[in-house]
């Protein structure tokens, strides 16, 4: 049994607690917070499980890392706050640990890094021994290892599209869906987002992983982006106020998208019909080959009461926290989803 740490318990870290808690080869150990009003709360409760787990969580990060855990499951956000993620990750790594994180954008493809964020996590790896393995909550898997197990199934690829494609009234992150993807503010507000070079950062290096998986050269990454406003007030957010947005990422071969992550958001299923939509009317990953023959495969989830945003969240964190026996085995080191492969899941476990 590994002892493995959740490091944030937000809608990632909650996910990371059951995620941890079913796994046979795992031991939660410890649960680390940031809110004062968490300290002492039982990691059972935090994490949605019903049950207690005799797992008291706590803010003291240097008595935890001091125990020595085999593993840490870095939940918290690195939105707003990616030197100070960065930061807690090198410590986990130094401390000798195998951490698995959504946080550190930059890391999706490590071989495509800023040298400067590069080089930090290889000295943290070379004094303590611990390993980095970097997969999205967009999910990661839709962005990599679906598409690209996909393609193996076609005879001639033209285009691979990976969608998510998600109402945002379900997301239980109300500062981030009116503020930083801009719903219910006037069309004018400029969404951080998708303000420019942004999506490119975030998703820039899943472009470059998927196009290093399937050997091609990009000549370049685009970005291109729409918004439409509300026709009739929902709920708190006014017509005409943003009520949808669609961007892309596009990794460009030989003078056309070939490589494409798109994102569809809404806050009300009225808002931008014509745009694609899911199958449930709720939330959906779908990934279309476009080629010979033509494949798409759409992939619904949901959890914490059937939320397909909470769905895709537990999805993206069991990618992670199934990798971590593999990266517990393997050399201390920096890993991407290339590198990673994707385990077997286990029948049964502790819901």
Known sequence: MMSTVVWGTGNV?????????AHP?????????????????????????????????TDDVEAVLATSPRAVVYAASGDLRPDEALADVTRAIRAGAVVVTPSLYALYDQRSAPPELREQVLAAIGDGGGSLFVSGIDPGWGNDVLPLLVSGLGTAIDAIRCQEIFDYSTYDQPDSVRYLVGMGQPMEYEPPMIAPTVPTMVWGGQI????????VELDEIRESRERRPLDATVGEYEAGTQGAVRFEVQG???????????????????????????PNGVGAHRVIIEGRPRIEVTVE????????????????????????GWLADAEPGLYDALDVPLRPGRLGGNR
């Open 13 to 21: 870290g909650r996910a990371a607690i059951r995620a941890v808690a």
């Open 252 to 278: 460009i071969v030989g003078g056309e998208p070939r490589i494409v992550v798109e994102h569809v958001t809404r806050i009300h299923p009225s808002c931008a019909p014509d745009w694609p939509t899911p």
């Open 208 to 215: 470059r992983l998927m196009a290093r998986a399937l050997g």
């Open 301 to 324: 989830a949901t959890d914490e009461g059937g939320n397909s945003s909470a769905g895709g969240n537990a999805t993206a964190v069991a990618r992670l926290v199934g990798a971590i």
């Open 25 to 57: 080869q795992l031991k939660l150990s410890a649960v680390l917070v940031h809110d004062p009003g968490k300290v002492g709360r039982d990691a059972g409760e935090l994490g949605g499980l019903g049950h207690p787990l005799g797992v008291a969580a």
